[in-house]
């Protein structure tokens, strides 16, 4: 058996994990419960560390897009709630009732599979569309959907939620607007008697933008993990902190050539006489730079080009840096007093801070930082 000896590794700090989750605590007030999203491999930074600090907080439930992910939860032996927050065929949604996880359902065909007349009643969620257009059952349809499946055999309705993300003001106040809508169907299913125990609407933007609703549950991704997701005059998320700590690399080789006078080669954003390899690429989740930007990682404490960046490797420009194979490489991080943080490698990628993590996510081993 061959085992990996590849230098790319990433540290997170749980302990920035659990002040994020008493911060969400703390901003969603008393008696209202935490939905913590661990979907994705948690944002990237490893499902099972990250699942077994949440699950310490006692949560009302976990909550995850993928039935591979909840499994694997499981078997490390987390046994907090799980609500699969995606829409799966029919056949597929008995499965993850059996499996002993909470469906999500978004239309009847969804109902009607679960529902059985004999046996424990299944627990379910339902998604409601209140505008975003992605899944859910109409806003428009909710209250005659509601009344019609909570009088089904074998079927417990014990959620419902909704989902109204943005960025910006003028997509906070259409948040702010769905919200209300959602809120006014509930209320009218109340007054005939129809009441969900737990009801959900706002996420991590509506938290920061401090909205407030009648739901009794938050669920949260962005803001646990320290991650943007509004623009900074929505509201102030500076008591967050960043989970993931560093992403790191060596350097395997290192060329040396003097006298070259035909430029840079096709793969190279400039020519230099000292280079350095290190074993990170594409296929690792890193990518080339925007047209005119220079990317730059960290080698002895000094912040060095990358110059390209292929399948399976990236060259660094090392003149002006004494240095050596076996060095290591800060992609993300700090090293000595400096620091390239995760909101430098998305500005150079041209995409968001999530969206980087998702490009390393199951490619870089994720461990916590030693203390």
């Not at 969400?24 to 419960?33: I, K």
């Not at 600090?53 to 976990?62: E, G, Q």
């Not at 065929?89 to 996880?101: H, I, K, N, S």
């Not at 003149?319 to 943080?341: L, Y």
């Amino acid at each position: 058996m061959v085992v990996s000896t590849r230098p790319l590794w990433g540290q997170i700090s749980l302990d920035a994990l659990r002040h994020n989750m008493s911060e969400v605590s703390r901003l969603a007030g008393p008696g209202v419960h935490i939905m913590p999203a661990i979907k994705a491999n948690a944002y990237g930074h490893g499902v099972i560390n990250v699942a077994r600090v949440l699950a310490d907080s006692d949560p009302l439930a976990l909550v995850t897009g993928n039935i591979d992910e909840a499994i694997e939860v499981r078997r490390s032996g987390i046994r907090t709630p799980i609500v699969m927050l995606s829409h799966c065929p029919p056949t597929e949604l008995v499965d993850v009732a059996e499996a002993g996880f909470i469906p999500t359902i978004v239309d009847l065909a969804g109902a009607e599979a679960l529902s059985t007349p004999n046996g424990q009643p299944r627990d379910i969620y339902i998604k409601v569309d209140c505008g975003l257009r992605r899944l859910g059952v109409s806003l428009d349809a909710l209250a005659a959907f509601v009344k019609q499946v909570v009088v089904m055999p074998g079927i417990s309705v014990v959620g419902i939620y909704t989902h109204v993300p943005f960025h910006d003001n003028s997509g906070a106040q259409w948040s702010r607007a769905r919200i209300k809508a959602f809120d006014d169907v509930l209320k009218n299913l109340a007054a005939e008697g129809v009441v969900i125990p737990v009801t959900q609407s706002k996420s991590s933007a509506n938290l920061l933008a401090r909205h407030q609703d009648m739901s009794n549950a938050v669920c949260v991704g962005h803001l646990l993990y320290g991650l943007p997701c509004t623009d900074a005059d929505v509201g102030n998320a500076s008591m967050f902190r960043p989970v993931l700590r560093s992403i790191k690399s060596r350097i395997i080789h290192i060329n040396c050539q003097t006298g070259i006078s035909n430029g840079p080669s096709p793969y190279m954003s400039r020519n230099s006489t000292l280079t350095g390899v290190v074993p990170v690429g594409l296929n690792d989740g890193l990518r080339n730079p925007k047209e005119s930007c220079t990317m730059e990682m960290l080698v002895r404490g000094c912040r060095v080009p990358v110059l390209g960046v292929s399948l399976e490797h990236c060259v660094l420009d090392l003149n002006g840096v004494v240095s050596e194979v076996g060095d290591e490489v800060t992609i993300v991080g700090v090293d000595g007093e400096e620091i390239i943080g995760l909101s430098d490698l998305a500005m150079w990628h041209g995409c968001s801070e999530r969206e980087v993590m998702m490009l390393f996510s199951g490619r870089v081993s994720m461990s916590e930082e030693s203390t």
